[in-house]
């Protein structure tokens, strides 16, 4: 018999089609099977392709019970029908010679349909109806639009129907519509069903679709129901399928709309302020349902209150902080609005949170204008106004907090205000020591200290500050870790400033780059720019949420680019720095990208055009009595500046202040050794033990690059082959140094940055020497410049040339650069980044 046949099978539903094959192959045999299922999942359709298999094989079908063994019996909504019902189908369930077939909703909690599930599952295993699943789904929309359903469409389809059949093929009738016609016809649908249930399940479905959490008790209790029929109401609910807990979110959220639109506006707030106060009054309320209510458009104070508490206990989660302070305000919170900026400010929404601050600037409560001047003030620095960020701790005045003291010093230290930052200092604080207020001390007066006390004394103190996290001080100029990490930098401890950024970055995570993480991240490509691991410091550069951090990617890219002897990539990330800068008032925290750009402009040849901003960058030391610590890094540069420029004159007054610094600073002592050195060197006069205590020395203040290249310099202007080579060995010893603890780091989306690949060795392969010198010929170097950026005389390049066209067989240098050009692609390139 085929009375159901193949191609009525082909539209019943996944689960169902087994057991109607199973009848379809001997249709009067006795069988006994549940078909379950919620709304619209095809239960009818099962049963009615049941009933034409009995029928054609000459079976009568009736839809109650009966006594002929011939009859088949098939019940659909056995759900409705009641108890007597119910305990008869029970019983009939229970002969061998009877045919039942009964579909029903999964009401578990309804004693006698669950004692005739029982039964009737003892003799086979049910039908369980529900969402199709994607694979489903699409076959389903090629079926019903004549062509193959994309990937897309099935996304869409799953979105907006759940997989529900009865919302399918709603939605599937809008497809020429677009996505948005899609939606709507499946929202159509749905509550074209749900205007066919009792007002008591639509209330049931109302908070329930609420949170998935809510059970009987919490419906009870909103909805003034008996336990018992609560317990019904959920029963019911829950047996619609239409509140799974596999459904997309945003379907959860359409049940809701939709349920809300049928019962009115009114009866829905009645009945959220109903779940508001009894989740209150039981204590069991959750972030989620405050949210849901919040976000609804519910105003109440009591719900405004308790999501600001929520918003304050995730404060170290700034997404949600931020998501929760918004919804607190949009339930009617007041003296809310510098948690929100503040919360704003750390999850990228700068604009809301500086156009927040602003507004609160007029406040007239002294603590909420103190926060409004702390986080305009933090944007203003992040975004390289340090002016208008001192101008509004000036406007501001004295402040007992510790917090926007920290801040208010920051910012008079980055302007170059040495009495703002020490009447910060000075200023009286008030409120219980906590950490966070004694590590915004500590801010204060390791900056302070940096004026005029030595760099072990200033960094110790300062360092006190890393005890808290960082998020606690809400919008901040700077980090702790940033601020001690900087001062590291400055005073020639390289070692300090790497383990300070290792530990901020650690835990951070990496699906989520914020501007915390970017600074860090900057910073510790700065501190290995500086030791020569330029691969690794490329790999910290991405996204630059703030100008500051713009600025400090596009040095680190100059410095990285200029000592890698690419000519093309420096002029572009110099270019690129130069247009932030115009737009950048210069402070103290950013002496060390400047510095860098002033030695590549003098490569250049374009200092003029950074004249004016290295003029600013000396008035704002010289405003703070020239602190040894924060000149001597410009100084060098200045050093070096000249040194390119060929201008004597440029470099004597920056050799002669780090001399004057040396007696206060062993980094300076350091620098000022190794500038008279390399002068020294340029003369032609080579003294291999001094050029190698020079060298040395900076590579123990983190400035490994700087080394190599002194070292290497001296071997090429030195006529004694003896000196250079030991020269040349001491340059690729300090070098192999880096490269032989050159640790792993994380690029910009917390990836690890890829070791190089190298070419497939075979028959031409080279070695690796020779793919050096092959990599360093293809940016066009000549023998010399390659010998200095591998510390070997450019005769050794020549030979290594040779051995490498003899080894490819070019016949020709043209031919040899085309060869070399198509080994090193970018797929299988060896070139440092």
Do not use: C
């Amino acid at each position: 018999m085929t009375g159901a046949g193949p191609h009525r099978r082909a539209e019943l539903p996944p689960a169902a089609r087994a057991a109607v094959a199973a009848v379809d192959a001997d249709p009067r045999d006795p069988v006994k099977f549940l078909v379950t299922g919620g709304f619209g999942t095809g239960k009818t359709t099962v049963l009615a392709a049941l009933r034409a298999t009995f029928r054609s094989a000459g079976r009568p079908v009736v839809s109650r019970p009966g006594a002929d063994p011939e009859t088949a019996i098939v019940i659909d909504d056995a759900h409705l029908l009641g108890d007597t019902d119910l305990a008869a189908l029970t019983d009939l369930a229970a002969d061998p010679g009877v045919t039942l077939v009964v579909a029903t909703q999964p009401r578990v909690h309804h004693a006698q349909l669950r004692a005739l599930s029982v039964a009737l599952q003892r003799e086979s295993p049910p039908v369980a109806l529900g969402p199709l699943p994607p694979a489903e789904i699409g076959r389903v929309a090629t079926a019903a639009l004549g062509a193959p359903a994309g990937p897309d469409l099935v996304r869409l389809l799953v979105s907006a129907t759940a997989g529900l059949p009865f919302l399918l093929h709603a939605a599937l009738a809008a497809t020429g519509e677009g996505a948005n016609g899609v939606r709507r016809a499946a929202r159509f649908g749905l509550i074209d069903r749900l205007r066919r249930i009792d007002g008591e399940l639509l209330d049931t479905l109302l908070v329930s679709s609420l949170s998935l959490d809510l059970g009987p008790d919490d419906i009870a209790a909103a909805l003034t129901m008996p336990p018992d029929a609560a317990l019904a109401a959920v029963d019911r609910a829950r047996a619609s399928g239409l509140l799974e807990p596999a459904h997309p979110e945003g379907f959860l959220h359409t049940v809701h709309d939709a349920v809300a639109q049928i019962v009115g506006a009114a009866r829905h707030h009645d009945i959220e302020v109903a779940v508001l106060s009894s989740q209150l009054e039981l204590s069991t309320l959750t972030a989620e349902l405050a949210l849901r209510l919040a976000e609804h458009g519910l105003r109440d104070d009591r719900l405004a209150g308790a999501l600001t508490e929520f918003a304050a206990r995730h404060h170290t989660q700034r997404m949600r902080a931020a998501r929760l302070y918004r919804a607190a305000g949009e339930a009617g919170a007041e003296a809310l609005s510098s948690h929100l900026a503040d919360a704003l400010a750390q999850t990228g929404d700068v604009a809301t949170a500086r156009r927040i601050a602003d507004e609160l600037l007029g406040a007239p409560d002294p603590d909420r204008r103190a926060a409004a001047v702390r986080i305009a003030a933090s944007l203003a620095m992040q975004d390289g106004s340090s002016g208008q960020a001192e101008d509004l701790f000036r406007w501001l005045g004295p402040t007992p907090d510790a917090v926007v003291g920290a801040a208010a010093t920051i910012t008079a230290l980055a302007a170059g205000d040495a009495a703002g930052a020490r009447a910060a200092l000075d200023a009286p604080s008030s409120g219980p020591p906590t950490s966070v207020a004694r590590a915004a001390r500590s801010i204060t007066a390791g900056l302070v200290m940096t004026l005029d006390q030595p760099y072990p004394a200033a960094v110790a103190r300062l360092s006190q500050s890393l005890v808290a996290d960082h998020r606690l001080f809400g919008a901040f100029p700077d980090t702790p870790a940033a601020l001690v990490a900087l001062v590291a930098l400055h005073g020639g401890d390289p070692v300090r400033a790497r383990s300070v950024l290792g530990r901020a970055l650690q835990g951070t995570d990496a699906d989520v780059e914020d501007a915390a993480t970017a600074r860090h991240r900057l910073l510790l490509g700065w501190a290995l720019m500086q030791d020569g691991q330029l691969q690794a410091a490329s790999g910290t550069v991405g996204p630059t949420p703030h100008r500051r951090d713009a600025l400090w990617a596009a040095a680190l890219q100059t410095a990285v680019a200029r000592r890698s002897g690419d000519s093309g990539a420096l002029q572009q990330h110099w270019y690129t720095a130069m247009e932030v800068l115009a737009e950048y008032s210069i402070d103290l925290f950013t002496l060390l990208p400047l510095g860098e750009l002033w030695v590549a402009a003098a490569r250049l040849r374009q200092v003029d055009r950074l004249q004016h901003v290295l003029d600013e960058a000396f008035a704002l030391l010289d405003r703070l009595e020239d602190p040894v610590l924060w000149a001597v890094p410009l100084h060098w540069a200045g050093v070096h500046a000249g040194i390119l420029a060929n201008a004597p004159d440029a470099v004597a007054p920056h050799g002669q202040a780090l001399t004057a610094a040396s007696p206060h600073a062993p980094f300076a002592r350091t620098l000022a050794g190794a500038g008279r050195t390399w002068l020294r060197v340029l003369a032609d006069h080579v003294d291999a033990a001094e050029v190698a205590t020079a060298a040395r020395g900076l590579a123990q203040v983190g400035h490994t690059w700087d080394a190599t290249r002194l070292a290497g310099q001296a071997a090429l202007q030195t006529a004694d082959p003896r000196v250079s080579q030991a020269m040349l060995q001491l340059a690729r010893d300090l070098k192999q140094t880096v490269n032989g603890t050159e640790p792993p780091t994380a690029g910009p989306a917390g990836t690890p940055v890829a070791a190089p690949q190298t070419p497939a060795r075979g028959p031409a392969a080279l070695s690796e020497r020779e793919r050096e010198v092959a990599e360093l010929l293809l940016q066009g170097l000549p023998y010399r410049d390659i010998g200095a950026q591998l510390f070997i005389s450019a005769k050794t390049v020549e030979h290594h040339v040779a051995r490498i066209r003899r080894r490819l067989g070019a016949e020709s240098r043209s031919e040899l650069l085309s060869m070399l050009r198509t080994m090193f692609t970018p797929e299988g390139s060896t070139r440092p980044g």
